[in-house]
């Protein structure tokens, strides 16, 4: 008799210490950082904060942008990369991943095998912009001017390696001009020197543009896709103007050390497939200047795939290499805040 009445409470307990294992292992409990690799108000950091508020509403957690500038995004990959795999470390990687692991072979982490992919965030085409005092409306018209004026004319890219940087050399080699590169750590901090006239012509992607279109001190000329872009379909394509082979588009995405736990590896990316989803949401990202991409996580992993040999060969037709770096390969990984917070 004792033992059936037991038996109700026994079952009630064991019920009751399952639900405190499963809460204990509810995602998250804390705040998540995502390491950014360009400084604030470049695109890369735009981009990872607007999924970060989107995240933070989903998760009734924080989500916070932590900004790790320096060797195009290679600081913050290094960083991410040796981070517990505990989800509470996330990454923002872009094509300056995918290029960077073709021009600096050795580093202390291997892109993209080093992280696990979560979820494409989206997409954005470079843009070539230059300042009106130029007296330029368009491609051919700088082309004509930089022919005439050989080593003269300044331009701009958010640093070595990235898709600004490969898109100018491109630019260069199939226009057959010369011009003086002057790298940044972020392409907002290269768009206030075109703005304010200390460059010339500025290679860098649309939302960072986006900031200051209606600026009449610049002059949007062609993108460098391979198609007009959904998000700025008014400007040309570099191929239409006569600069063919500079295919150069950028993409951003989502990523965790290798070895976050599967669930919260599905669970992040179930939550940036919502954001995706909604039409509020998509509006905001458009008018930022990116074109949102709707991507599970299988389907980034295999972009990926395709996306390292894509870029190995646009830097070695740009002519890209290690001796292009003003500075050392990163050798060290610098720290992130203790325990990831």
Do not use: C
């Amino acid at each position: 008799m004792l033992r059936r009445l037991l038996a109700p409470i026994a079952a009630l307990l064991l019920v009751g210490a399952v639900a405190s294992v499963a809460d204990a292992q509810i995602y998250p409990t804390r705040p998540v950082h995502i390491v950014v690799g360009f400084p604030a108000g470049s695109t890369t950091d735009i981009l990872a904060r607007i999924y970060a508020d989107k995240l933070t509403e989903y998760f009734n957690q924080r989500f916070i942008v932590e900004n790790i500038p320096g060797h195009s995004s290679n600081d913050a990959a290094a960083a991410a990369a040796i981070a517990d795999p505990d989800g509470y470390t996330l990454f923002v990687a872009s094509n300056a991943q995918s290029a960077n692991a073709a021009i600096l072979p050795e580093q202390p982490f291997a892109f993209p095998h080093a992280f696990a992919p979560i979820a494409m965030l989206g997409r954005a085409p470079t843009v070539v912009v230059v300042n009106r005092a130029l007296g330029v409306g368009s491609v051919r018209e700088l082309v004509a001017l930089a022919k005439t004026k050989p080593g003269t004319l300044r331009y701009g890219t958010s640093g070595l390696g990235t898709g600004g940087h490969v898109a100018a050399q491109l630019f260069k080699a199939s226009a057959g001009v010369s011009m003086v590169q002057a790298t940044y750590d972020g392409s907002h901090e290269a768009a206030a020197d075109l703005v304010a006239g200390r460059l010339d012509v500025l290679f860098a992607p649309l939302p960072t543009i986006a900031g200051i279109a209606a600026d009449r001190r610049i002059v949007q000329l062609a993108t460098t896709g391979a198609r007009r872009s959904p998000v700025a379909p008014q400007l040309p394509t570099l191929a239409e103007e006569g600069i063919a082979g500079v295919d150069v588009g950028l993409w951003f995405g989502l990523m965790a050390p290798r070895g976050i736990p599967g669930e919260v590896q599905r669970e992040i990316a179930n939550a940036v497939t919502r954001a995706v989803d909604s039409h509020f949401f998509k509006d905001n990202l458009t008018a930022s200047g990116a074109e949102p991409v709707r991507a599970t996580l299988d389907t980034f992993a295999a972009f990926l795939e395709i996306d390292m040999p894509t870029w190995a060969s646009l830097v070695s037709r740009a002519g890209v290499s290690v001796a292009d770096y003003e500075r050392p390969a990163v050798r060290t990984a610098p720290t992130l805040p203790v325990n990831g917070h």
